[in-house]
C-alpha cells in the first residue's frame, strides 16, 4: 500500500497515440491487455479488414492498432467504441471497457484503491500536501507535472485519472467512516495556481461536511506532534483486519501486525487530539478561503 502516491507507469505516450503502454511488470494487466488484444484481432479479421484499414475507419494509425491487438497498448475508451461500431461487434467490443477501466490505472493505484473500497474506516494523517482522496483534478495534474524526471503529459493524465477514481469511495454504501488530518500549511500552498487553491479548499469543505468524514486541521502553531515523521495511513476492513503504513515507522513498510498497527493508530490518535476539531477545522478552512 503507498500512503497517497498514484505512481503512474513510464513509457506511455501522448495524444498521437491514443492509450497507455502496459507495464511487463503488472501480470494481470499484462494478461487482460492480450485478451482484449486477441479479440479486436478476431473482429477485424473477421470483417475482412486489414489492420491500415482499421486504423483509418476508427481515426487511429496502423502502428496503434497492431499494438493494441498485440497486448501492448491498453486502449481508451473511445477506441472500443469506435471499433466496436466500425466491425459491428453489437456492443461486444464496447464492454470490454469494463476489462480495461481497471488496467488502464498503474497497479500500485489499483491495489490501494481495491484496499479503500473494502475499507470499514480509514484514518489519513496528510503532512506535507492534500491527500489523494481529498485532491481536485487541477490539484493532482499540477503535482504530477511537477514531478522529476518529468512525465509525458499521457503519464500525467493516467495519474490524474487515477487518483479521480479513487473518489468512489466517497459514494459507496454502506459509507466508510473517513477521517483526515491536514497539515495547515498544505491548505497555503498556491498548487496549480490560486484559482486551483481555491477550488481545492472548496472540495475540503463539501467533503468536510460529509456526515461520515471527519476533517481536522493541524495548526502550525503546534510546535511538534507524533506525525513529525510523516504521513500516517491505516485502513480498517470488515473482517477485523487492518493494514498501515507510515515513512517514519518501519522501514515505510505496510504493516499488519496489531502490534505495529497499535503504534501507527496510538500515533494518529495523539494526530488527532492536537489538532484543531471538524468544527474548529471547517470554520479554518473557510478563512483561509476568505483569504484567498
Known sequence: ?????????????????PGWDVDPDDESGV???ATVGRQIKAWREAAGMRAGEFGAAIGCGEDLVYKVEGGRRIPRPEFLDRADEVLGAGGKIAMLKREMAEVRYPKKVRDL???????????VYASHGVHGLLQTED??????????????QGEV???????????????????PALSFVQEEASLRRPIGGVPALRSQLERLLEVGHLRNV?????????????????????????????????????NGRPVSDPRQLRILELRYG???AQALTPRESLTFIEHVLGET
Open 157 to 175: 493524465e493516467r495519474g490524474v485519472a487515477a487518483r479521480m477514481a479513487r473518489h468512489a469511495v466517497f459514494d459507496r454504501e454502506p459509507s
Open 270 to 272: 495523539m494526530i488527532r
Open 214 to 250: 471527519s476533517l481536522q486541521v493541524m495548526p502550525l502553531r503546534c510546535e511538534a506532534h507524533p506525525g513529525m515523521g510523516g504521513d500516517i495511513e491505516v485502513l480498517k476492513f470488515g473482517d477485523g483486519t487492518a493494514v498501515g503504513r507510515s515513512p517514519g515507522a518501519f
Open 31 to 33: 494478461a487482460m491487455a
Open 1 to 17: 500500500m503507498s500512503v497517497d502516491e498514484a505512481s503512474v507507469t513510464h513509457g506511455s505516450t501522448g495524444a498521437e497515440e
Open 113 to 123: 484503491a481495491r484496499m479503500e473500497a473494502r475499507a470499514v474506516e480509514v484514518g
Open 139 to 152: 490539484h493532482a495534474r499540477a503535482l504530477l507535472e511537477a514531478r522529476q524526471p518529468a512525465y509525458s
